[in-house]
């Protein structure tokens, strides 16, 4: 478990820009190392926003984005090229302009895929493919425990929001207690749509750094709430965390909640 690190940013085009620009480094570093990358997208206002400016970045073209393995953190159970899709909206965003390698954009399930209308099919499938994907040295949160057949993701994007959920984890709701699979399907979300397929917190913690992300007013109280010691059950957020690093990057009206002591001044 690594201790959050906080960045605060002046407003949220500029967190978005420094996000971006934050992620063109991270994915060059893990290719040079490596040979390729691993990441997970979030949807929502803040990850869509991460994506189109990471679109005008100037060294956006620094990315070797044929060797860029994309996942995601979760997906509304909805038809494939439902506009309320991540997957839909990152590809508006993003992804078609960039010359990815197909088979390495690895998007969840839809509800008229292969899996039909059964949301946790769906779920089984998506677990399946992050399997195969992991290879044979498989995280274990603890010592001696189960092992979390996931990727070692480079880096896991989620956008918080103003109930403290993460990716499809919904306060007080069955799949945030989850310790042992690593997706699960997702019925009776309070935000539409109800129906859901998500990543669980082992599957999340696998990542080597996790960045929350958080802009506007209504996220303060959901950011100061996670940061000052709630639990995951109460507030998912708070239980969402990488091996080496855990970075909130938030603007400055996400952050007006927290005490001045908890982060340094505005970064830009």
Do not use: C
């Not at 954009?105 to 039909?116: F, L």
């Amino acid at each position: 478990m690594s201790a959050p690190q906080l960045v605060v940013h002046r407003d949220k085009e500029l967190m978005a820009q420094a996000a971006a620009a934050r992620l063109i480094t991270r994915i060059v570093d893990a290719q040079a190392a490596r040979g390729s990358a691993s990441v997970v997208l979030t949807g929502g206002r803040n990850g869509n926003g991460l994506l189109a400016a990471l679109g005008t970045a100037p060294a956006r073209d620094a990315v070797d984005w044929s060797r860029l393995d994309l996942w995601w953190g979760d997906e509304r159970f909805l038809p494939d090229g439902h506009p309320d899709r991540n997957v839909t909206q990152a590809r508006e965003a993003l992804l078609d302009a960039v010359p990815l390698d197909p088979a390495r954009v690895h998007a969840m399930p839809a509800s008229d895929g292969p899996s039909g209308g059964d949301v946790d099919a769906a779920a089984e499938a998506y677990a399946a493919e992050l399997a195969a994907a992991a290879g044979p040295e498989h995280y274990r949160p603890v010592e001696g425990g189960a092992p979390v057949a996931v990727p070692a993701f480079d880096v896991l994007m989620l956008g918080v929001g103003p109930d403290t959920h993460v990716a499809s984890l919904f306060p007080e709701l069955p799949a945030v207690r989850e310790t042992e699979r690593t997706v699960v399907g997702v019925r009776g979300a309070p935000k539409p749509p109800p129906v859901r397929v998500s990543l669980t917190l082992p599957a999340i913690r696998a990542a080597r750094e996790v960045w929350l992300l958080a802009a506007g007013e209504d996220k303060a109280k959901a950011a100061a709430m996670a940061l000052s010691g709630a639990g995951e059950v109460q507030a998912p957020a708070a239980g969402a965390y990488g091996r080496s690093r855990t970075l909130w990057l938030l603007d400055a009206a996400a952050a007006s909640g927290l005490p001045r002591d908890l982060y340094p001044p505005a970064s830009a």
